[in-house]
């Protein structure tokens, strides 16, 4: 957020924010903040936030439309939340439409186009999550609790084009040492996400957007990154 333009002068929204540990930061920054959380005492809940200085709306269901204002926010923030949900479709459209023209969505969720989840699911049949069985003990309103709506980066990038919203920027987060053996594969992962991702005619707007995922599908960040850490703007060109 600090790299963005106009920062401290934002007005930002942290969809789910637990404690509200970023926004209060964010707040001591100099921008202007919001939350929300889907129900008080949830279970990420380590402590209640006792700073009124800025608000927290309880009781938000991120699969619903959100109750705020067409272009009301400078940034829109989604950080672990979305992979906790049924479908991330409503609040990633939700949020092409509570920012400003020229706003910007921060997405970050579990990486399983990351190499070693790759190998995982090969061997496995199951991604690299936390908290991804679920057991029949659970209840309908506990699965929120589970990773149970892993992230398609090739549905994502279409579902941020149709809201108005265009990738900028894909960023490391943790790389662990362990698995620094995977990098004698990335040449061949490479190659592949090279030749995968050139599809359409030439100069449509299927081709495009080819183009456009390629470069996300074969980025060093995809490959090894722990987290998809997302970073899109809102440029108004888009058409749904």
């Not at 002068?9 to 540990?21: A, F, R, T």
């Not at 209640?48 to 204002?69: C, G, M, N, R, W």
Request: glycine share 8%; hydrophobic share 40%; net charge positive.
């Amino acid at each position: 957020v600090k790299k963005l333009p106009g920062f401290p002068n934002l007005s930002v929204i942290d969809l789910s924010c637990g404690e509200g540990e970023i926004i209060a930061k964010l707040r001591a920054l100099g921008c202007t903040v919001r939350g929300s959380r889907y129900k008080s005492g949830d279970y990420i809940i380590k402590e209640e936030q006792t700073d009124a200085s800025f608000a927290i709306d309880e009781k938000v269901d991120l699969v619903k439309p959100l109750p705020y204002a067409d272009g009301q926010f400078d940034v829109v923030i989604l950080t672990e939340v979305v992979e906790h949900l049924d479908t991330y479709s409503p609040v990633v459209r939700e949020a092409g439409r509570i920012l400003k023209t020229g706003g910007s969505l921060i997405v970050t969720t579990p990486n399983i186009h990351r190499l070693h989840s790759r190998w995982s699911f090969f061997f496995g049949g199951a991604h690299k999550l936390i908290n991804r069985r679920i057991g029949w003990d659970i209840g309908a309103d506990g699965l929120y609790a589970y990773h149970i709506c892993p992230v398609d980066l090739p549905y994502l990038d279409t579902l941020l084009y149709i809201s108005l919203l265009r990738m900028q920027e894909l960023l490391m987060t943790r790389f662990k040492f362990r698995h620094a053996v995977w990098l004698l594969f990335y040449p061949f992962f490479w190659l592949g996400g090279m030749l995968q991702f050139r599809k359409g005619k030439s100069g449509t707007l299927r081709a495009k957007g080819e183009e456009d995922l390629r470069k996300w599908m074969t980025s060093f960040p995809l490959f090894f990154s722990e987290q998809l850490f997302i970073v899109a703007k809102k440029d108004g060109a888009a058409s749904a």
